[in-house]
């Protein structure tokens, strides 16, 4: 769980410190980005997108689809959205430590806002993509696009139930040989 959600905030290969479960962690996330980028419903969730976005069409896809997953959470777990969050800022909080500097300082605000909860309503999708816009100064104009999340909602969703599926496939395999690895070394 750690080495998935600080993935984004560790450089190269300077991870090795780490513990082999949050390096595996490290190494799925990135595995997970790989497929998703190169994935064709990605890729036409990605041209319905409004042209203006330019690089930043990813990006913005994946967070249209943790909305969708926040969304339908019920659909994928057992455990409640409320319940699952609660965990993961709880234990953030227990390994602060181990954290890199942005994701501390994205820390609190992603607790103070509630972002993985509220990403399953377009408010906080909203919030998530100003806050975007103001970290990339306005680069790629990501607050619009939640324009793009209202008008195009059920195309969206329903490449992302496509999607999500070849995921949990991908990612449960991918999770095996990442263990695999683990224990050969």
């Given at each position: 769980?750690?080495?998935?959600?600080?993935?984004?905030?560790?450089?190269g290969n300077q991870f090795t410190h780490l513990?082999?479960?949050?390096?595996?962690?490290?190494?799925?996330?990135?595995e997970i980005d790989t497929f998703t980028d190169a994935h064709k419903i990605t890729r036409i969730s990605k041209r319905r997108l409004h042209k203006r976005y330019g690089l930043f069409a990813g990006i913005i896809i994946d967070i249209f689809y943790d909305h969708y997953l926040a969304k339908n959470w019920s659909n994928y777990s057992a455990m409640p959205l409320?319940?699952?969050v609660n965990s993961v800022y709880q234990l953030l909080d227990h390994?602060?430590?181990?954290?890199?500097?942005?994701?501390?300082q994205l820390m609190p605000y992603m607790i103070q806002y509630n972002w993985l909860?509220?990403?399953?309503?377009k408010e906080g999708i909203k919030s998530v993509l100003n806050g975007m816009n103001r970290r990339t100064n306005n680069k790629g104009q990501i607050d619009l696009a939640i324009e793009d999340l209202y008008q195009l909602?059920?195309?969206?969703?329903?490449?992302f139930q496509l999607f999500f599926e070849d995921l949990r496939i991908f990612s449960h395999q991918k999770i095996k040989q990442l263990q695999q690895q683990n224990t050969q070394t």
């Open positions: 769980m750690i080495g998935n959600f600080i993935a984004d905030h560790i450089k513990s082999s479960e949050i390096q595996q962690g490290i190494k799925l996330h990135r409320d319940i699952y390994q602060k430590e181990i954290l890199p500097e942005k994701t501390l909860y509220n990403y399953q309503y909602d059920e195309d969206f969703e329903k490449d």
